[in-house]
């Protein structure tokens, strides 16, 4: 029986190169040699909640230490998200798994419940693994594959910078800083004012400290709010890995914000985690313990924003691949710095989140995930750059 | 009663800064002296139609002659687009509109139709106005404003190659080549080997002469076929400029014949007039005189192809006010060639064409129309470059 149950969760998860064993000695899969991992399931229990919703049991499994995994994470993942055919809609299991999850809303209490729960899990652990120059927590930007991360983060604001076509002068919106790093980046080195969103209380503690010790007070106003609250008016809108956090149904607010503050002839830029395709909600798992109330959109629901009011789309870039760069920087950080972590939390959390960052890296090399930069404007405008020399040729900043 | 249907007609167009007069001298407008344009309408039965339909009988009146208009007839175009707020959806009259048409279909046969309708007018006309270099039918590329047309054609090939990152010896399927440009700038400047596809038999002769007369026989094959029973495989797919005359309801199709002939780390480009949003039909006009067929789809339904098969979109670009400048050099150029243009054909054809160039500028202009470049690749492939700046600072091929 066991062995009949083992052969068909190793056959679900598209008979990955590793092996699978049980606590009575029951094993599938490649010998162990040749296994990129060893997977061992110590209880019954843990078997059968594995075969009835995988997507969500594997990451509580894994975590509680039900299930132990030995080997390369990263490779494991791949081959699996791999072996999977990329669905063309929802599967019943998909469905069903929908139901078991209690969405996280993002109302705009909800929103604040959900980014509280990420984010303010202390800006001491985020500064154990993040980059230290800009504590940036978004995908980064490598002109050249052996870039440090704390290049690629500064290259990465260069990048949003130059795609702006920021001038000194210029009033610029950012709905969700994080700790503030791009609004302290563009008022030093490109002369504009920044005025940042977020509702996260610890990462806006941060940025206001650093943006005072740095002298960029009057320069950058940090303000705890929501997107949908922004006011005033500015020649640029930007938002850096927030609309993951927005969900599709409140994109058209999304879309009001931004024509509620951006000139005439202002220029936006949305940086988010998006998908090739809208196949329903995000691993439940994740959704469950790490990011309530997300959702990856596909670029084509990103679209929805632009269409919803008169926007034009410029540029669309996909730095998918930098992502998993990224990812495999910050895992390396966390895993020199696991001892700490482990202070701070427990072990539960240390693998936790082992698994969401060894999942992203897998999540973002298999293309299961993107990562969309989109510029625009207002369709009515044409005080843009004809072409886009200016992002690539010339100097770095200004 | 004119006066009130004249002032009728005059306030559905926007109020635009010009002058509007009637048979009898009844006249609303601006006076004559700040008049971008003077519109003179000869007969009640013309006004009356340009009250029923105007998208449709602007132009059946203009080109008949009972509509006449002195002045700047692309200003004109464009204060009427401005004035008009972009309609989120169809209206009553639009509706209505679709109904008075037949819409030409673009089955195997009804392409065949479509395609033949423009596209066959004869090499003669088209060489009167397009460039002398790569008889470039589609947007160019401005790298400097002052390029000229043949400067800008050029520029745009060496774009999209350098896109798609041609290498020598790679193989190329081309949806809908025109009169061959593309194809042999491949394959003369990038060493790859390139199977063009056209179903307009004057263009493909053209094509075939140019690349006998050039030395390209064996490197370049055009193949006188729908992009439909495009068939065996491809380093790179490209279409440039055909996409407009498919039909949203053929998406899949082409999705699928794309599917058939790359190859795993194939990539392909897509450049396509396009919109900022679906708001239904093209300008009746246009369609019934211009191009039967054709359907210039928003960014989101573009995104259908690739989503319907397993398809990355990696890079989009909007080079909307490229094509403006375009249609301005053809527009100068036919008006050079005005006197032959009227031999080859009379005086309503000389006026169509001109109505559709100076409205297609105007269009252009005013973000009525888009211009969208779209690379992608497969879901799977992990060999692209990373980042864009090979596009605009490597040398020029190759």
């Known amino acids: 029986m066991s062995r009949w149950l ?36 110590h209880n019954r229990g843990t078997l059968m909640r594995l075969l009835a919703h995988p997507d969500l049991y594997f990451g509580e499994a894994y975590m509680s230490g039900d299930l132990e995994i030995q080997g390369d994470l990263v490779g494991l993942l791949e081959a699996v998200y791999r072996a999977r055919a990329p669905s063309r809609g929802k599967g019943v299991r998909s469905r069903f798994a929908d139901g078991l999850l209690r969405r996280q809303r993002n109302t705009l209490d909800g929103s604040r419940r959900n980014i509280h729960h990420h984010y303010d899990l202390g800006n001491d652990f985020y ?3 993040l980059d230290h120059e800009a504590m940036q927590y978004t995908c980064a930007y490598f002109p050249q594959a052996d870039a440090t991360l704390e290049e690629a983060q500064v290259a990465k604001l260069d990048h949003v910078c130059r795609k702006l076509q920021l001038q000194p002068g210029d009033t610029v919106v950012e709905a969700g800083c994080g700790w503030g790093g791009l609004a302290r980046h563009m008022a030093r080195h490109y002369g504009v004012r920044v005025r940042a969103f977020n509702i996260s209380r610890e990462q806006l503690q941060f940025a206001r400290e650093k943006a005072r010790a740095e002298g960029l007070e009057g320069r950058v106003e940090y303000i705890e709010d929501d997107y949908r609250n922004v006011s005033g008016d500015c020649d640029v809108f930007v938002s850096v890995g927030m609309l993951e956090h927005v969900g599709t149904e409140h994109y058209p607010e999304m879309a009001e914000a931004i024509d509620r503050v951006l000139k005439p002839d202002g220029r936006g830029l949305i940086h988010s985690i998006g998908r090739n395709r809208a196949v329903g909600p995000m691993n439940a798992w994740i959704e469950r313990r790490i990011f309530p109330g997300a959702y990856p959109p596909s670029l084509r629901e990103m679209l929805g924003i632009f269409e919803h009011r008169d926007f034009s789309v410029l540029d669309v870039e996909n730095l998918r691949l930098h992502y998993a760069a990224t990812l495999r920087h910050w895992l390396q950080r966390y895993e020199q710095n696991v001892g700490r972590v482990r202070e701070m939390f427990d072990d539960r959390f240390v693998r936790a989140w082992r698994l969401y960052l060894c999942g992203s890296i897998a999540a973002f090399n298999t293309g299961q995930l993107q990562l969309f930069q989109v510029v625009f404007n207002r369709a009515t405008c044409n005080e843009l750059p004809p072409i886009r020399e200016h992002v690539y040729c010339a100097g770095h900043r200004g």
């Open 6 to 41: 083992i052969q068909k969760l190793y056959a679900g998860a598209g008979r990955p190169p590793a092996r699978l064993s049980l606590w009575d000695g029951t094993a599938v899969g490649v010998p162990a040699r040749d296994a990129l991992a060893h997977l061992r399931i």
């Open 127 to 129: 500064q154990l693994w």
